[in-house]
């Protein structure tokens, strides 16, 4: 199961796993977001590179309107995963 | 425990289930459980997507061993591709430098403690280890 959705504060959430076949799904939400959002991780299970490409992406792009996305709530396995891959670096962790 | 997985982006929950299912009856913790999880996502994903008009199926077999988890994909009508000597990825650029994909194989070497590639009559397998605390 995987869900991502946008809360009524704007804050875009994420739940269940996040595997490569979800990737179309999520891209459609992230991409009709164009100033800087919080995204909940709260509710995420597990994350692979496939979620991770499509989180720099649209870092990448928010990026050149000096907008970014900020994430919070991870548990401890996906953030060792944004650690391993250096996402820590272009991310802010809450 | 081996199954055969048909070669499509769909198959995933099917791969997940399985190992879902072994990493349960062997009480598995939940660290090393989402390593496995998630170094067989990026192989398989990556045979899906590399090998499109092969029919074949791809066989992942899982063991127990004392202090280890033992993986093994097999893939076959393939042309070789050394998943274990890859380049490294640079992690520490900037996000303006840094481009989508190529991650896959990098987050694998962090996660499992050995990855270990073989190629033989157009058939690749791939044996990833994982210790046990």
């Known amino acids: ?21 979800k990737v179309e799904t999520a891209k459609s939400v992230f991409q009709t977001v164009s100033t800087s959002r919080v995204v909940d991780f709260k509710d995420l299970e597990y994350i692979s590179s496939a979620g991770l490409s499509v989180l720099l992406e649209a870092q990448k792009r928010l990026g050149e309107s000096s907008q970014k996305l900020k994430l919070k709530n991870m548990n401890k396995h996906i953030r060792d995963v944004f650690r391993y891959a250096g996402f820590d670096l272009i991310f802010e962790i809450e | 425990m081996q199954k055969t997985f048909k070669r499509a982006m769909h198959s995933l929950d099917e791969v ?102 073989e190629h033989n009559n157009r058939q690749s397998r791939i044996t990833l280890i994982k210790h046990l605390e």
């Open chain 2, 16 to 117: 997940f289930d399985f190992i879902g299912e072994f990493m349960k009856a062997h009480a598995v913790d939940q660290s090393a459980s989402y390593s496995i999880n998630l170094a067989v996502e990026e192989l398989f994903t990556n045979m899906v997507k590399y090998n499109p008009g092969n029919a074949n199926d791809i066989s992942i077999t899982i063991q127990k061993n004392k202090d280890d988890l033992k993986v093994t994909l097999v893939d076959t009508e393939v042309e070789p591709f050394d998943v274990a000597n890859t380049a490294e990825v640079d992690v520490t650029k900037s996000l303006e430098e840094r481009k989508a994909g190529g991650l896959g194989i990098h987050l694998i070497k962090k996660m499992v403690d050995r990855l270990e590639y």
């Open chain 1, 1 to 21: 199961m995987f869900d991502i959705s946008i809360a009524e504060s704007g804050e875009i959430l994420l739940a269940g796993r996040f595997d490569a076949s």
